[in-house]
């Protein structure tokens, strides 16, 4: 009877299996070109989650993660007992609020004037245009601003020119924080509104003509009509975000640190880079890296619930 049932099974099995592979085959130049993809993540993404054991130990390279001694939490209670953490921590999440606060909203405002141009020649050129910067590396980008930001700099030249006194951007630390947000703006915003005009594309052309006939001028066809076409692309990025407000960009903060404003401009990523790279501290920094990885998906799973609850449809 046992010997009927796996046979049954098996031949169940046998054309589920068939289909699956004439499918594989039939579609076998599409998985072809997703195999770098899937590739890079097992490597880059999935691989290197194990890891995160050493965050566990007291890791010694020359002994290995085998060897090394495992002693449990006490990595992780070292980020609530340290001081100089609590202070990164602190200004990661201030850079990070500042982020969501200012570039978050501008690409969905860059967004809705494009859609606003009518003239598609002119809307394509402002597109290049605005696309460009998100091209060049954040070491181009930091470049630029120094030139234009230091002393002899282009900006401080006018000021003095207007009889005011220069100013030190790149040492000053109340100015670091701006000098980043103006920096992610100019770089990201236009890039960013891809996704914005791709949501704005599915617009119902047939309500705004309604809504111009009912007298609705072009703000009230904004906040009554074109925002709430986009809200779910809109609240799906925001968690998105949200989930990611422990990272605020290691490569802009770090081209950016200089001793004068390492107290108010170093964050967690670049603190992780100092101890497991240049203080060889390997397990510390991994547990900070898997705390904040904990702490993300947390918030995106809190998020999204608060999403939900208030009707909107949600990450998942």
Request: aromatic share 14%; net charge positive; glycine share 6%.
């Amino acid at each position: 009877m046992a010997k009927e049932t796996s046979s049954k099974s098996v031949q169940a099995r046998t054309p589920f299996l068939k289909q699956l592979y004439h499918r594989i085959w039939k579609d076998r130049f599409i998985y072809l070109l997703l195999l770098p993809g899937l590739i890079y993540f097992l490597t880059f993404k999935i691989v290197p989650i194990l890891g995160n054991i050493i965050a566990f130990q007291n890791y010694n390279p020359f002994k290995g993660i085998l060897a090394s001694e495992f002693i449990g939490f006490d990595n992780f209670a070292r980020i609530f007992e340290d001081t100089q953490v609590l202070r990164v921590i602190r200004n990661t999440l201030f850079i990070s609020l500042m982020q969501i606060l200012f570039v978050f909203p501008a690409p969905i405002i860059l967004a809705i004037m494009l859609n606003e141009v009518a003239n598609d020649k002119v809307k394509r050129f402002i597109q290049s245009v605005v696309y460009l910067p998100h091209f060049f590396s954040w070491v181009v980008i930091i470049s630029i601003a120094t030139i234009f930001l230091k002393p002899e700099g282009i900006i401080n030249q006018v000021l003095m020119g207007m009889g005011y006194d220069w100013v030190p951007f790149m040492t000053k630390e109340s100015l670091f924080v701006p000098t980043v947000i103006a920096e992610l703006i100019w770089k990201e915003t236009g890039w960013s509104t891809i996704i914005f005009l791709a949501a704005l594309a599915s617009l119902n052309h047939e309500l705004l003509e309604a809504s111009i006939v009912d007298g609705a001028n072009r703000w009230k066809r904004i906040f009554y009509i074109i925002l709430p076409s986009i809200g779910s692309t809109i609240v799906i990025l925001l968690i998105l975000r949200i989930g990611t407000v422990l990272d605020t960009g290691f490569e802009q903060i770090f081209l950016m640190l200089n001793p004068f404003n390492r107290d108010i401009g170093e964050v967690l990523d670049t603190f992780v880079y100092e101890k497991g790279l240049k203080q060889s501290d390997f397990s510390f920094s991994a547990a900070v890296g898997l705390f904040k990885g904990v702490v993300g998906l947390i918030l995106v799973y809190t998020t999204n619930r608060i999403v939900k609850r208030f009707g909107h449809d949600g990450l998942f």
